[in-house]
Every structure is written in structure tokens, then in C-alpha cells.
Nanobody, 115 residues
């Protein structure tokens, strides 16, 4: 079991920045990876970025160069720094953790980007 809690969502104008945080009940060093997904209105949940315990990262193409995923040294916090935000980034952002056997999800945090 992994409990996840996201924070940091909010309302921002296009071009602005937000940082999302995810607090995990287990360290990333005991997990396969952690990451962020998002679900825009009327769309399916989609990958944003992932990070492994070794620090290897993966990004969805539309956020490359704008978003950065990182973890703290203890491995219980994962962050998503979002810069140059666009209206199309508006979505509920979910933190996820994979044990390699199953995936766990937070409740999500809403990010709204106005034009």
C-alpha cells in the first residue's frame, strides 16, 4: 500500500508557474517509480512525467522543456515544477506510485491556466 497526497494546484495565468508536491507514505527507493498524470475535462488520464529511484526521468512530449520532475533525498516527496504554463495544461493532476506489481494514486489537485 502507498498513500499519496498532492498539493500545490491552483489558478494561474498563461506563462506563469506552479509547483506541485506529492507526499508519499513509502520512499521512492522502495518503489519502481513515481510520477504525475493529468486528466483534462472530457479526456482520458495521461502521463505527464515519471521519475525512478535512480533519478531517471521521462516526460510527455508537450511538457518537455517546461516541466521538471524531481524528488527529495529521502524519497518521500516528488515535485513537478511547471513553467510557461498554457491553457491546455488545465487539468486535474494526479500523483502516482508504482510498486512494479500495482499502481497507486492520489486524489488529485486541480490546475487551471487562464489565457
Amino acid at each position: 500500500q502507498v498513500q499519496l497526497a498532492e498539493s500545490g494546484g491552483g489558478f494561474v495565468q498563461a506563462g506563469g508557474s506552479l509547483r506541485l508536491s506529492c507526499a508519499a507514505s513509502r520512499s521512492i527507493f522502495s518503489l519502481a517509480y513515481m510520477g504525475w498524470y493529468r486528466q483534462a475535462p472530457g479526456k482520458q488520464r495521461a502521463l505527464v512525467a515519471t521519475i525512478t529511484s535512480g533519478g531517471r526521468t521521462n516526460y510527455e512530449d508537450s511538457v518537455k522543456g517546461r516541466f521538471t520532475i524531481a524528488r527529495d533525498n529521502a524519497g518521500h516527496m516528488v515535485y513537478l515544477q511547471m513553467n510557461s504554463l498554457k491553457p491546455e495544461d488545465t487539468a486535474v493532476y494526479y500523483c502516482t506510485a508504482s510498486t512494479g506489481v500495482g499502481n497507486y494514486w492520489g486524489k488529485g489537485t486541480l490546475v487551471t491556466v487562464s489565457s
